[in-house]
């Protein structure tokens, strides 16, 4: 299982920091990702990372405020939410990829097959 939390209200401008933890698996062994789904919105990418932590992606609307890291020894996944918009407003959730290579960003949602319940974000304006 994995177990999302972090989110809360916060004004524009301001930041969160999101963890995932997981109970039942070692996430060492996954690829993971954190989504978000604003309302009416499809599903979207937030922050991917490989395995090893060395490999990392964004989704174009949080690049360069947004980052996602990893503790493998914490069994952990993060995201650091800097200069966070109205437009951020969303549920968050964290995603593991099972038979992942060790370097391996993967982009396809559908590849996931286990999920966080999500944390909800609300940025203010």
């Known amino acids: 299982q994995l177990q999302a939390s972090g989110g809360g209200l916060v004004e524009a401008g301001g930041f969160l920091r999101l963890s995932c933890a997981a109970s039942?698996?070692?996430?060492?062994?996954?690829?993971l990702g954190w989504f978000r789904q604003g309302p009416g919105k499809e599903r979207e990418i937030v922050g991917l990372?490989?395995?090893?932590?060395?490999?990392?992606d964004y989704g174009d609307p949080v690049k360069g405020r947004f980052t996602i890291s990893r503790d493998n020894a914490k069994n952990a996944v993060y995201l650091q939410m800097n200069s966070l918009k109205p437009e951020d407003t969303a549920v968050y959730y964290c995603a593991a990829k099972s038979n992942a290579i060790h370097s391996g960003i993967y982009y396809n949602i559908a590849d996931y097959g286990a999920w966080g319940q999500g944390t909800q974000v609300t940025v203010s304006s």
């Open positions: 039942g698996r070692a996430l060492r062994n996954y690829a």
């Open positions: 990372i490989s395995r090893g932590g060395t490999f990392t």
